[in-house]
């Protein structure tokens, strides 16, 4: 399977203990319409796919 650029996210350990920082490509942000400032959460749906959810929905 060939991943599209706009389907790769690079995360990194950074800053306090214990946090990491997910970068996303700007072409996946316009397609998860999240903009800059956005908070959401990363979780695992029954399938074990990650899903994405913005903190006022979770």
């Not at 950074?14 to 920082?21: F, L, R």
């Amino acid at each position: 399977m060939e991943l599209d650029i706009k389907d790769v996210v690079e995360a990194k350990k950074m800053g306090s203990p214990g946090s990491i920082y997910i970068l996303l490509p700007a072409a996946l942000c316009s397609e998860l319409k999240i903009s800059e400032g956005t908070e959401f959460l990363l979780c695992l749906d029954k399938q074990k796919n990650i899903v994405l959810k913005r903190k006022k929905e979770a």
